[in-house]
Structure formats: structure tokens, C-alpha cells
């Protein structure tokens, strides 16, 4: 009988995986004091942007400029010459007869002016001298003609101060077109020369179509003021227009300019509305509180205009409320545990909630709750398959 020892060593490497337990962890966020800002937004286009253009009737050829591009300039200055052609030169003698013309009746009217004053005053006179002074009724004949005289006078002196402001137009307007026909280009306003287009030796001639040659206003440049800022047109919801008020403060960024926040305020808003394909919305006039030389007219702009404001109230994100039944509340983790309490809140906005009762400044409110799944897992001591025989990992003789 053979004897056969068989030497089996068998290693086994074993892992027990061990049951998976939940990881919980916690987003937080601390109940703070702030400022609540309600906005609604709109956007649109740059309709102005407090450019005044240089313009002219006058046909000819340019003389002389004495300004260029970025030079600041007065009302008044003198800012190129033209040697005007003969149709101009007609024109332009015609319009400095109308503005003395006018120049010379406002001066009549001023002086009839003096006369109806003195008038009036004589007419008062005569009636506080006599028929009030004697103590005349109202119905009395004399007290009805002295008052009458006087009432007449001083309703002839009023009207005339309506002819003089009508005069006053008459001689504004003959100057404006005078200026426009006249070789001496000036600066409408005070500011800063831009997109000037002339240069000596330019002729500037008559606006022609297929039909007819007429004269019309023809843009030489433009002046970029300080005291006139950009403008903006935006379109409000139906919702959102309610709310809107003229002298709100607007917050403006525009496409153009992406690193760059201006303020402004409401102009004007549009009730009337305009409707398109059923949808009805609201234009705002929006205007900026500076300007800005790298702003165009049709830039896109977005405005958030501020409706409210509330100072020093409790904030938290508008995330963590949850409402049901009428009935808000919050997670709080307190010492390490969690808790829900009802709160009372007030205005929000996209980001935060004012909360009215129910929290503290400081309290931390749950943002979130990550739960995760791990494994644990260790491993054993070799055994052997037959550890059932006794032993495990121990030398096992076999005999025959």
C-alpha cells in the first residue's frame, strides 16, 4: 500500500463586503441681515445717446474748419465756413430779412405792451377812486361801467403778453432757419465735436430724387453734450408694467459692453401699449444717469428697474422655503441635528426671502442634503476550503 502524502497548501484571500452604509452631509447657510431688492427686467435698444447733430440748408463749398474731431466747443462757436452758391446765397439773404422782420414786430408788440399796462392801471384807478371809495352797489350803473373799464383794460394786457410770447417764436424760428441758410456753421450746443465730415474744399449740394431737387438739412457732424445722456426704449410685460413707477432707479448693462453696469432712472412709460401677434407690451423710456463716448445709438441693453427696496431685514435663499398648505418652513441644523420650524415670510426676489418671524440672525438653515452610498469592505485570514474538517489553514495528511 502506497502511501501518497499530499501536501495541500491552499491560500485563499477573502473579502467579506460589509453592508453599504448612507453618508449624509449637509449644504448649509447662515440666516443673515441685508438689503431685499425687487427688480423687474426688460430689455431694448440706445434710442438716443445725447448727441445733438450739426446741421445746415446751406449749398456751397467749404471754406474753412476750425474744429476736428474731439475738441470741445461752446454754444455759439464758429465751426466752418462755406462759400455759398447762388441758390443758398438767395436763400440765405431772404431769411435774415424774415429774422429782422420779426425782430421788429417783436419790439412793436413789447411796446404796445407798456401802453396797455398803463391803461390798466389808469382804469383801476378811476374805479377804486370813485365808485368804490363812494360806496356804489354792484348793481349800481356807475360801479358796473368803472369795473368793466377796468376788467377790459387788464384782460387787453394780458393778451397781449400771449402776442408777445407768440412774437418771440416767430423771431426763435426765423433765427433757426437763418442760421441753417448761413455761411457760418456753429455749434448748436456746448460739448464735444464728433463724426465731423467736412474738410475744405467739399461741396455740399442740393438732396435730389427722380423728380424734383429741394434743399434739405444735412448732418455735418455732431456734439456730444454734457448735460444730456443716453437713452434707452424697453418693452414691459403686462404683469410687469403695473409695478413700474417714472423716477425708479434702473440698473443697465448692454451687450456691447459686458464689463461695465451703469445706472439710470424711468423717464417715461407708455400705457397705451402696442400690441403684436396677441402679445401686448409696454415701452419704457429709460435714461442714464452718465454717459459713455462707446455707446452707440441701437446698442441692446438690459434693464433691471428697481421697484422695491428693504433695508436691514433677515435673508434667506428662496431655495430652502417650502410651502404647502399656506404654510412655510425651513430645515435648521442646530448642535448637529436637524429640525424644521415654521417661519413667517415676507418679500422675496429669484435669490432671497425676507423672513418676517420664526429665525434668528445667525441660525444655519439647510441648502441641501447629499446622501451617498459607500462600501466598507476588510480582509480575512487564508483558510482552506475544507475548514469544515477542522482547522482552517492548517496541513491536512491523507494516508492510503
Known sequence: MMLFSVLVIILVGWKVFGSKSAKIQYQTSQVERGTLINTVSASGNISTVGNISILTQATGTIKNVYVKNGDSVVQGQKIAEITLDQNSSQKSTSAYASYLSAKNSLSSVQSSLYSLDSSMWAAQRVFMNDAVARGLLKDDPTYIQEN???????????SQQNVIAQAQASLSNAWITYQQLSSNITAPASGKINNLNIAPGLVIASQTTSSTTSTSLQSLGTITTANIFPQ???????????KVKQGQKVMITLDALPDLTFTGKVLVINTNGQTSSNVTTYPVTIEFDSSN???????GVNAEII????TDVLLVPSAVIQT????STVQI?????????????????????????????????????ITSATTTSRTGTSISPFSSFGGGGGQMRINR
Open 293 to 299: 463716448e462707446k455707446i452707440y445709438p441701437n446698442m
Open 333 to 369: 441644523l442646530k448642535n448637529g441635528k436637524l429640525s424644521q420650524v415654521s417661519v413667517e415670510i415676507g418679500n422675496s426676489n429669484d435669490t432671497q426671502t425676507e423672513i418676517v418671524s420664526g429665525l434668528n440672525e445667525g441660525d444655519t438653515v439647510v441648502t441641501n442634503i
Open 232 to 242: 434707452a426704449s424697453a418693452n414691459l410685460s403686462e404683469v410687469d408694467v403695473t
Open 307 to 310: 421697484i422695491d427696496i428693504k
Open 324 to 327: 404647502s398648505s399656506g404654510q
Open 148 to 158: 368793466d373799464n377796468w376788467q377790459a383794460a387788464q384782460a387787453k394786457y394780458i
